[in-house]
């Protein structure tokens, strides 16, 4: 069908023109293409919010996918294949390849925040380094900055790959302004160590006290499909599987499926040369119709995953 597609506009560009009518409806269709395109960039930047983890990385896997697809189609446009063409065969390429991004997203990746009282002098700042790729391999220069807060709080994020079972050691360093290994001052004592059980996406809240005096630490891990299935807390009991991402990825290929439908009948109605009013109205519905879609299959994505989450136990330790 897009074979087709292309060798009629090829044979009407070079029978020197389209009708007044087929190019008035392409240049419609292509310009309602952009704007739904960008009413979906501003939907999806509106509800990215992390409420969980996988749920935002989902989202802007899609937004980025979508921004990129934009960009070639703009390309495609200088060449000599028609815009709607370009369109079609984007929409297609980015639909596929969404599907196995977030398909494969569940591989086992836990978000780690790190979170520490301790004042610091002016132009001075903490560091978290520890062993392994987010944490600077005890690099000091490649290690995980972090941010002051009110009540001298220190924090910072890291993502650590979780598939199989997992214990990382770590410390806290003092570094100066230009954040070198001269006059960095490391956290005395022992190394702390976190253990995950892999095998799953999760998330570790862990708080950290200088001197030691007392530990925090919250994991939650939801296990993948297929290894046990269910969600587990500090070694708690089970209770029902999040389908964010599952949801996420539905809602994406809808939008998606919705969209390329609509593309593909705007060149069926320029092949046969209908009525182009008509024609026009239709298409506008039928892209209208994909964006709203989409963007109530993300806000629903994004309601499943805030109301499967309930507030972590404590496993505290002294």
């Given amino acids: 069908m897009a074979e087709d597609a292309k060798e009629t506009a090829f044979n009407s560009s070079e029978s020197k023109a389209h009708a007044p009518e087929a190019d008035s409806l392409e240049s419609c269709v292509f310009g309602l293409f952009n704007e739904i395109v960008g009413r979906m960039n501003k939907d999806i930047s509106d509800i990215l919010r992390p409420k969980t983890s996988e749920v935002a990385s989902a989202v802007r896997t899609y937004q980025a996918g979508v921004t990129q697809k934009t960009s070639e189609i703009e390309q495609l446009q200088e060449n000599t294949g028609t815009e709607l063409v370009a369109a079609a065969g984007a929409v297609q390429e980015f639909q596929n390849r969404i599907a196995s991004e977030l398909g494969a997203m569940p591989s086992g990746t836990v978000t780690i925040r ?3 009282p301790f004042h610091t002098y002016f132009g001075q700042h903490l560091r978290v380094v520890g062993g392994c790729e987010s944490l600077g ?16 709080i220190w924090s910072a994020e890291a993502q650590l790959p979780a598939d199989q079972e ?9 570094c100066e302004a230009d954040g070198q290994d001269v006059g960095a001052a490391w956290k005395p004592g022992n190394n702390f160590v976190i253990s995950l059980p ?13 001197d030691e005096t007392s530990r925090e630490v919250q994991i939650e891990m939801i296990k993948n499909a297929g290894k046990g299935g269910g969600r587990k807390k500090n070694g708690g009991s089970d209770r029902e ?14 939008a998606l499926e919705q969209l390329e439908a609509a593309v593909n009948m705007s060149l069926n109605l320029l092949e046969s040369s209908g009525d182009v009013a008509s024609a026009e109205l239709l298409a506008a519905d039928r892209m209208v119709a994909a964006a709203e879609q989409r963007s109530l299959a993300m806000l629903k994505a994004l309601d499943v995953a805030a109301s499967s989450e309930t507030p972590l136990p404590s496993n505290r330790t002294k």
């Fill in 114 to 116: 790190f979170s520490i």
């Fill in 241 to 254: 599987e999040s389908d964010a991402v599952a949801a996420i990825s539905t809602a994406a290929n809808s």
């Fill in 166 to 174: 997992l214990s990382v050691e770590y410390k806290y360093v003092v």
């Fill in 198 to 210: 892999g095998g799953g996406n999760g998330s570790v809240k862990v708080k950290d006290e200088w």
């Fill in 137 to 152: 391999n005890w690099n000091l220069d490649n290690a995980l900055p972090m941010v002051w807060a009110e009540g001298d």
